[in-house]
């Protein structure tokens, strides 16, 4: 039985985190509290080395979000990302930027890319002026034919799984409740 660790790659190394390290013996890592130096690449290891996919966890305490998906996205699909201020739910002028450079000014707080590519992969963030700017994120793009990682199958199944059982439970309880009422007014 493999032994699954999770795993983390800073971004920002710095020389009171260079150390740090989410190596667990459990398929899990809770970091309390959460901090912005616990921003980075997070993704599952076991003894022989197999790993997932990485998920890209950002910690913000600034005003700026940017509302990026964590999971690779599907080569082809089309893919917004929204700059968000925590303060207020009102469009704004937002600056959107791929590692470094930027892509777009949007005055209604969103960005889309039209048919992903592998050349769209990079490092995302936006800025709203006067505001700030968001942690930068990382983008992963994965083609169709590629096929889904393990670890997604997996969640995919799971959660399949969950809703198929919710299901049958939501079924039973109805037809149960239809049992108790004819029975009420009989």
């Given at each position: 039985m493999n032994t699954w660790r999770v795993k983390k790659?800073?971004?920002k190394v710095s020389p009171e985190t260079s150390s740090e390290t989410c190596n667990t013996s459990g398929p899990s890592c809770t970091v309390d509290p959460i901090l912005e130096r616990h921003s980075g690449e997070y993704?599952?290891?076991n003894d022989e080395g197999e790993a997932t996919n990485a998920v890209n966890i950002?910690?913000?305490?600034?005003l700026v979000i940017l509302d990026i998906p964590a999971r690779p996205v599907m080569e082809g699909s089309d893919l917004t990302l929204w700059c968000l201020n925590k303060k207020t739910d009102q469009d704004h002028i937002s600056d959107f930027y791929k590692?470094?450079?930027l892509l777009s000014t949007s005055y209604k707080s969103n960005f889309t890319i039209q048919n992903v590519s592998k050349s769209d992969e990079g490092r995302y963030k936006c800025s709203i002026s006067g505001k700030g700017d968001s942690p930068e994120s990382r983008l992963a793009v994965f083609k169709p034919d590629e096929g889904v990682d393990e670890e997604t199958q997996h969640l995919h199944s799971h959660s399949t799984?969950?809703?198929i059982l919710r299901s049958i439970l939501v079924l039973l309880l109805v037809i149960i409740g239809?049992?108790?009422c004819r029975k009420h007014k009989g």
């Open positions: 790659k800073l971004h993704w599952c290891e950002s910690v913000t305490a600034g590692d470094g450079a799984k969950i809703i239809l049992i108790v």
